[in-house]
């Protein structure tokens, strides 16, 4: 199964995907094409150092979104792309390219979804209060945060968290759930009926 992993930022969850396929632990799964949307983010070290085909789509130099996401949609579909993994991607792909798609893109969103969709997730979890936080691998839908929920881990809130010691733990658990959620998906042991998610 052919995988483009989809990247803006510090890509600690696609050195975990890079990682797992060097060890052997992604089942059929085969990452062929990096995307960052950004020209300086330090994941494109990681994609240099496993020897990674990667494109960098600046947004910058596209006119619009349509034009971005066409473009983006012409690079997958010339590598034959079965997966999209978003692993830190910071855009919203247009309600079209994710109908095109459909099934084939997943996301990791650093909460317990439907809770904390969207950014500054770890500052309203504890402005909240609530006592258990995670992260949830979903299937991408035109809703932000929103598609049908493949797998979620939950990791406790501690009475001394700050953001950023929440996030850490919390991207503990990402780097392992991610890759477990490729190697099922190209298992073919991930099926999807309407919201419903099922996991053999
Ligand atoms: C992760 O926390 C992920 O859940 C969120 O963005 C962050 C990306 O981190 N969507 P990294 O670039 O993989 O290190």
Do not use: W
Request: net charge positive; glycine share 6%; aromatic share 6%.
């Amino acid at each position: 199964m052919k995988v483009a992993v989809l990247i803006s930022g510090r890509g600690s969850n696609l050195q975990a995907i890079l990682k797992a396929e060097n060890n052997k632990k992604l089942g059929n799964a085969e990452i062929n094409l990096i995307v960052s949307s950004n020209p300086n983010a330090a994941g494109l070290e990681f994609a240099k150092n496993y020897n990674k085909y990667t494109i960098v789509l600046d947004p910058k130099n596209h006119a619009d979104k349509t034009k971005y996401d066409s473009k983006l949609k012409s690079i997958l579909l010339e590598n034959n792309i079965e997966l999209i993994v978003l692993a830190g991607f910071m855009r919203v792909l247009s309600h079209s390219f994710v109908d095109y798609f459909k099934n084939q893109i997943i996301n990791i969103h650093p909460s317990l979804l439907p809770a904390f969709p969207g950014l500054n997730i770890h500052e309203r979890v504890l402005d909240y209060g609530v006592k258990y936080s995670g992260c949830t691998v979903h299937f991408v839908n035109a809703e932000i945060d929103g598609g049908p929920i493949i797998a979620q881990r939950v990791v406790e809130v501690l009475d001394g968290d700050s953001p950023d010691s929440l996030a850490a733990r919390i991207l503990v658990k990402e780097h392992i759930l991610l890759p477990e959620v490729i190697k099922k998906i190209s298992e073919k042991k991930i099926s999807v009926n309407q919201r419903r998610v099922k996991v053999n």
